[in-house]
T-cell receptor
Framework: DSGVTQTPKHLITATGQRVTLRCSPR?????VYWYQQSLDQGLQFLIQ???????AKGNILERFSAQQFPDLHSELNLSSLELGDSALYFC??????????????FGPGTRLLVL | AQSVTQPDIHITVSEGASLELRCNYS??????LFWYVQSPGQGLQLLLK??????LVQGIKGFEAEFKRSQSSFNLRKPSVHWSDAAEYFC??????????FGTGTKLQVIP
């Protein structure tokens, strides 16, 4: 158990809909990272937040957005969903938000299925 | 741009046999290198990491990896594989504060 929690574990929705994925980092970690894992794209970095502010952006679509709240939990919002958005979405956290200089601790993921 | 190549998509080894998973990276300076393991239905767990210093890195669960700058490689090894090692293994590279780039993964099957 990494200490990172993600809800829900599974999500089934229809195309065009909007969903929100939630992540609670490890106690004391200030930074949260979101990743998408799919069969064709592999594990892709989406976005990073540090202490409430966006720090780095990866291959995140404009239909997707995220935020980190004062209690440091984070939410990833996916809108106008398409079939291709079906994937496993991981959240990771790290203490100082130093990106690749730190160990990132991964949550168990949210499996999204868009029908 | 940084990148990682894991040339083996799938590897099968017998229990008790040795294991080597290959990883080649591309990065202009000294990279930060990681190996993660993902068991079915689980998140990624860090096995080991290389930041600097000794090029042979020891990790958890009896794994080790060796950083070879001349070959741009960071291969993962284990002298004797256990059935519980069956999982998917990801090599990753970072330039520091930059994002971490993951390889496509190698699925390990362990046969009795």
């Amino acid at each position: 158990d990494s200490g990172v929690t993600q809800t829900p574990k599974h999500l089934i929705t229809a195309t065009g809909q909007r969903v929100t994925l939630r992540c609670s980092p490890r106690s004391g970690d200030l930074s949260v990272y979101w990743y998408q894992q799919s069969l064709d794209q592999g594990l892709q970095f989406l976005i990073q937040y540090y202490n409430g502010e966006e720090r780095a952006k990866g291959n995140i679509l404009e239909r997707f957005s995220a935020q980190q709240f004062p209690d440091l939990h984070s939410e990833l919002n996916l809108s106008s969903l398409e079939l291709g958005d079906s994937a496993l979405y991981f959240c990771a956290s790290s203490p100082r938000g130093a990106g690749g200089q730190e160990t990132q601790y991964f949550g168990p993921g949210t499996r999204l299925l868009v029908l | 741009a940084q990148s990682v190549t894991q040339p083996d998509i799938h590897i099968t080894v017998s229990e008790g046999a040795s294991l080597e998973l290959r990883c080649n990276y591309s990065y202009g300076a000294t990279p930060y290198l990681f190996w993660y393991v993902q068991s079915p239905g689980q998140g990624l767990q860090l096995l080991l990491k290389y930041f600097s210093g000794d090029t042979l890195v020891q990790g958890i669960k009896g794994f080790e990896a060796e950083f070879k700058r001349s070959q741009s490689s960071f291969n993962l090894r284990k002298p004797s594989v256990h059935w519980s090692d069956a999982a998917e293994y990801f090599c990753a590279v970072s330039g520091g504060y930059q994002k971490v780039t993951f390889g496509t993964g190698t699925k390990l099957q362990v046969i009795p």
